[in-house]
């Protein structure tokens, strides 16, 4: 199908920093890899100061997940942003082998899957996109019998935890995981 053009026109233009490579929007704002710029935060809902610059590095792609920005980043690698509060953006980074020019996420709890365009390869990134709760030995978001027979197989000594397991398994919060906890 052929579409004239001459009945389109642009209605507006907000500047940003750098060179605008890519953009994703969620509700009032827009998400905009802005290349040296880093990523621009654009304010939809307020003409009068729309634009909010986050130096993430070279921003080439963007791909909006839940409260999750995450960010092509060239030679840095991916940037991962939470935009829970966007007037308080966190910044995370993790690096790649090559130079991020397009990332696309799907997200499942308890991890979102990330896909980096990586220069010569395709990298693939677990991105965890919550908060254990205590008791969450399993670390999938959700306490369950499961994470009790974790910690009961553990008190038993037929399984081994990580730090990280052990302070998730210590619900009491006495240092010490015993049966009372799995209960």
């Not at 829970?84 to 980074?93: G, Q, R």
């Not at 990134?125 to 306490?143: A, E, F, M, Q, Y």
Request: charged content about 15%.
């Amino acid at each position: 199908a052929m579409v004239n053009l001459s009945t389109h026109s642009v209605d507006e233009q907000i500047p940003t920093d750098g060179y605008a490579f890519g953009v994703d929007v969620n509700g009032d704002y827009a998400y905009v890899a802005d290349d040296g710029g880093g990523l621009a935060i654009v304010n939809l809902s307020d003409p009068m100061h729309p634009v909010e610059q986050i130096p993430t590095g070279n921003a080439f792609g963007i791909h909006i997940v839940g409260n999750y920005a995450y960010v092509a980043n060239y030679d840095r690698g991916l940037a991962v942003v939470d935009i829970s509060d966007p007037a308080y953006p966190i910044v995370d980074t993790i690096d790649t082998t090559g130079w991020a020019y397009g990332v696309f996420a799907e997200s499942a709890l308890p991890h979102a899957l990330v896909y980096v365009a990586d220069q010569y390869s395709l990298a693939i990134i677990k991105h965890i996109t919550c908060d254990s709760p205590l008791g969450d030995v399993s670390r999938n978001c959700v306490v369950s019998a499961y994470d009790a027979s974790l910690i009961l197989q553990y008190v038993v000594g037929i399984i081994s935890l990580d730090d990280e397991q052990k302070g998730l398994a210590d619900v009491s919060g006495n240092t010490t995981i015993s049966a009372y906890d799995a209960a």
